[in-house]
């Protein structure tokens, strides 16, 4: 079984069927359909216990009354497959959309969620949504804070998307959805595929926006909810702040016309909460912070000499003139800091023969690195399964198991053949009253163990693994946390790492990023994904001024 599909639902015998027929129409995919009815009193339980005698893909359950994140987290309990999609029951689905999104995770391994295009259908009348309506795709909090560009009926989802950001909030009685996809959006990228697979229906009575026509107040819960958490960077949180003032003034406007004086001055005070230096919301609220982590690193000052001898160029030509002292250098771990090509491999092979499959070479399985050991051991499993003539296995069947050989052998072997890459410690040393950290998508104790081993270890203020509360790269957040912790700017900032997702890495963050050619990515990588200076010799770093 591949997709769980959860519908929850209420008193919507009148359009249940034809969103249930949408989900069995669905082709090239096996999946099981679970129906969460919510305490319906109208006809629904016959219909759908109809519908399960003639279709056994269908699973049937039955709970009062407690609302849609109550159902839709019944549903994520109960389903047995490792994708899993939502619809609500008043939407249909096009013909093949779950193989779109399917094929979707197969290519990308690495992307937690995904949500395809929309048509809208308001009052039986089709609709052209505006622009600022369309579906995003990659990091779009910021988006994700003012509108709602994800729909419940768009998305499909890893298991492990729950793991990392939770189930829905239950004590929401609408916009449950807009609080999941902001904690979502926050730590990492939602794919999309903008082909308008949802055939999304409006304008009918029962609707929850008819049910709760003042939908900001539960915005604004969601919104103090999110940054009172340690989740969001500094400039998140700067933009949830602000989006909180925007809607806190328009529900306040709203209640003064309705002459609702008390509730207009609630969230008159609560607006100065969250603008006080002293209010109970723990964040920074002046032009400082604003303009200090928040902005790019545009505004560099001073000279530097930075083509001596070739050593470092840009794909653009530039140069790293006009520019701050540079206070903090980030640096990836593996492929730029230490050459720990062949203890991961062998790590994998021998992950790979425990469970019967052939080994991989040495090149195709650093092509995997820099992601995490997840995605490392889903892409050679997915090699190896298509080396082998059986199509029956899937890879989520032995992935669990993989990541345990993989890292228990490679627990023991992490140093066998690992070395500093040649100028790596004469870099540290040179920088070393500057501060330096090391961010990586590599378990955090298996970098401080690698680090220490090879006598680096207290060059580092800080080191943040894969496996630790913040995203993964390409998300900024573990750079912005380091920023924050060290106290510097964008512009004081500057990222080494060997790959195209470290450079997207600093891009995001908004800092200046150096690529390393001896690494895992390789120079063809790095010149693609345009870093603002390649290094070929790590011993140049010295000679760049910064």
């Known amino acids: ?44 339980k016959v219909l759908i216990e109809k519908m399960v005698l003639e279709n056994p893909a269908i699973r049937y359950f039955f709970q009062s009354n407690q609302g849609p994140s109550a159902a839709r987290n019944l549903g994520i309990k109960k389903a047995q ?27 990308n391994p690495d992307v937690l969620i995904c949500q395809t295009e929309e048509i809208w259908i308001r ?14 795709g990659g990091y779009i909090f910021e988006k994700c804070l003012r509108l709602s ?8 989802m890893r298991r492990e998307f729950f793991d ?20 979502a959006s926050a730590r ?45 960077t500094n400039v998140q949180k700067e933009a949830a702040t602000s989006e909180l003032i925007r809607r806190c003034k328009i529900v306040s406007l709203g209640a003064k016309k309705r002459g609702k004086i008390e509730e207009a001055e609630f969230y008159e005070r609560l607006i100065k909460t969250v603008i006080a230096p002293t209010g109970a919301i723990p964040i920074l609220w002046n032009k400082k912070s604003i303009n200090g982590i928040a902005r790019t690193a545009n505004g560099w000052t001073g000279r530097s000499n930075l083509h001596q001898k070739n050593e470092i160029a840009s794909p653009f030509g530039l140069a790293m003139t006009d520019r701050k002292t540079i206070q903090l250098l980030i640096y990836d771990l593996d492929g730029t800091l230490i050459d720990s090509r062949w203890d991961i491999a062998n790590s994998v092979n021998w992950a790979l023969k425990e469970m019967g499959f052939s080994e991989l070479p040495l090149a195709q399985i650093t092509s995997f690195v820099g992601s995490g050991v997840t995605h490392l051991m889903r892409s050679v499993l997915t090699v190896a399964l298509n080396q082998k003539a059986s199509r029956s296995d899937k890879v989520e069947d032995f992935l669990e198991r993989s990541v345990q050989l993989y890292q228990s052998r490679y627990r023991e072997h992490l140093l066998d053949e690992t070395k500093l890459y040649p100028g790596v410690q004469r870099a540290l040393e040179h920088f070393k009253n500057r501060k330096q950290a090391v961010i990586t998508n590599k378990p955090e104790i298996f970098s401080r163990q690698i680090l220490k081993g090879l006598g680096v ?27 924050r912790s060290a106290q510097v700017e ?28 001896h690494g895992f990515g390789g120079r063809a990588e790095i010149e693609k994904a345009a870093p603002d200076f390649i290094l070929d010799d790590f011993s140049g770093l010295i000679k760049c001024h910064l």
């Not at 909030?169 to 609080?179: I, K, M, N, V």
């Not at 009575?205 to 999110?226: E, Y």
């Not at 207290?458 to 998300?475: C, N, T, V, W």
Request: hydrophobic share 40%; net charge negative.
């Open 149 to 156: 560009i994800v729909s419940p009926s768009c998305v499909m």
């Open 164 to 183: 990392e950001v939770g189930f829905f909030d239950e004590t929401f009685p609408a916009c449950e959805d807009y609080d999941l996809w902001l904690r």
């Open 457 to 483: 270890d207290s060059y580092f203020f800080r080191l943040i693994g894969g496996d630790q509360e913040f995203a993964k790269k390409p998300s900024p957040e573990p750079v912005l946390e380091i920023m």
């Open 81 to 107: 497959a490792p994708l899993i999609a939502f619809l609500d029951s008043d939407d249909e689905w096009r013909p093949g959309k779950l193989k779109a999104q399917l094929d979707f995770f197969r290519e």
């Open 1 to 44: 079984m591949e997709v769980s599909i959860i519908i929850p639902t209420f008193n919507r015998e009148g359009c249940l069927f034809r969103a249930i027929s949408s989900v069995l129409a669905q082709e090239g995919v096996s999946f099981e359909l679970i129906v969460v009815d919510d305490g319906s009193t109208d006809g629904t």
């Open 490 to 517: 964008a512009g004081e900032t500057i990222f080494i790492g060997d790959s195209a997702i470290d450079i997207e890495t600093a891009r995001n963050a908004g800092i200046k990023v150096i690529a390393v050619t």
């Open 188 to 232: 990492f990228p939602i794919g999309l595929i903008p082909t308008p697979f949802v055939i999304k229906y409006g304008g009918h009575a029962d609707q929850r926006s008819h049910q709760f026509p003042v939908m900001d107040q539960f915005r604004i819960k969601s919104l103090l909810k999110l940054i009172n958490t340690n989740h969001l």
């Open 123 to 136: 009052s039986g009348v089709r609709v052209n949504p505006m622009d600022k309506h369309k579906k995003s």
